[in-house]
């Protein structure tokens, strides 16, 4: 759509978004430059973030089974109970 404003209005995609939200260039440019910093700090800060609590202890032997010891496969995902169908 951008790419289609350009070739009809002849002006560029700064230019263009001031035709289209009706927000002067030098007043859109701080927004721009947040958003820019907002998602790149976000990205930035969430590659340390592993999922886990910092007090979590590492899950080893039957913690870390994907089906607990003693359950088949049906009770694991629900359906131990009653007919299958």
Aim: hydrophobic share 50%; no cysteine; charged share 20%.
């Amino acid at each position: 759509a951008s790419l289609l404003g350009e070739a009809v209005t002849g002006k560029g995609i700064l230019s263009q978004l001031n035709l289209e939200t009706g927000i002067p260039i030098y007043e859109a440019e701080p927004l721009l430059l947040f958003f820019i910093l907002f998602n790149l700090l976000g990205a930035i800060g969430a590659l340390g973030d592993r999922g886990r609590f910092v007090d979590d202890a590492p899950a080893t032997g039957l913690d870390k089974a994907v089906i607990a010891p003693g359950k088949g496969f049906r009770s694991a995902l629900g359906l131990g109970d009653g007919p299958l169908f």
